[in-house]
């Protein structure tokens, strides 16, 4: 395998493995500041991420 094709399928799973946490602390936060803070990080990871799943 390409070492370009091993890098992009790295990052990618990097990223799904970040949404997965910070989908996790959206779920527990507590105020709608922190919600905003976490939800700022998802769309700056990836625009288009369903923000619940």
């Not at 094709?5 to 970040?18: H, P, T």
């Not at 949404?19 to 700022?40: G, N, P, V």
Request: aromatic share 0%.
């Amino acid at each position: 395998m390409a070492i370009e094709r091993q890098k992009e399928i790295r990052r990618r799973r990097v990223r799904r493995m970040k949404l997965r946490k910070l989908r996790a602390k959206l779920a527990q936060a507590q105020d709608e500041a922190e919600r905003q803070r976490i939800i700022e990080k998802i769309r700056r990871i990836s625009l288009r991420a369903p923000l619940e799943v």
